[in-house]
Nanobody
Framework: QVQLVESGGGLVQPGGSLRLSCAASGFTFSAYAMNWYRQAPGKERELVAFINSSGGVTNYANSVKGRFTISRDNAKNTVYLQMNSLKPEDTAVYYC?????????WGQGTQVTVSS
């Protein structure tokens, strides 16, 4: 069965960095685009970053453009989110998602807290 397991979250000071990982299994990882989403308390889940199956195409929410970088290693079945220059407003639970028609699969999420 499809499994997505996020890791790498934690508490970081403003201006700091974190790298999130999402380990995938149960499907042909290299054939599918991947996404990172986040959900802050009291807010809707929002798309943060997208990467196509080969890794050659990426896209970002305006709020993270220039600070976050999505990448993937198809040999390791893993997608990453490098987050730099973190701000308090980046505090959220971060999820990876795979859309394997017609189902969207989500990981359990990893908490990122940006606070001094």
């Amino acid at each position: 069965q499809v499994q997505l397991v996020e890791s790498g979250g934690g508490l970081v000071q403003p201006g700091g960095s974190l790298r999130l990982s999402c380990a995938a299994s149960g499907f042909t990882f290299s054939a599918y685009a991947m996404n990172w989403y986040r959900q802050a308390p009291g807010k809707e889940r929002e798309l943060v970053a997208f990467i196509n199956s080969s890794g050659g195409v990426t896209n970002y929410a305006n709020s993270v453009k220039g600070r976050f970088t999505i990448s993937r290693d198809n040999a390791k079945n893993t997608v990453y989110l490098q987050m730099n220059s973190l701000k308090p407003e980046d505090t959220a639970v971060y999820y990876c998602k795979a859309y394997i028609r017609p189902v969207s699969y989500w990981g359990q999420g990893t908490q990122v807290t940006v606070s001094s």
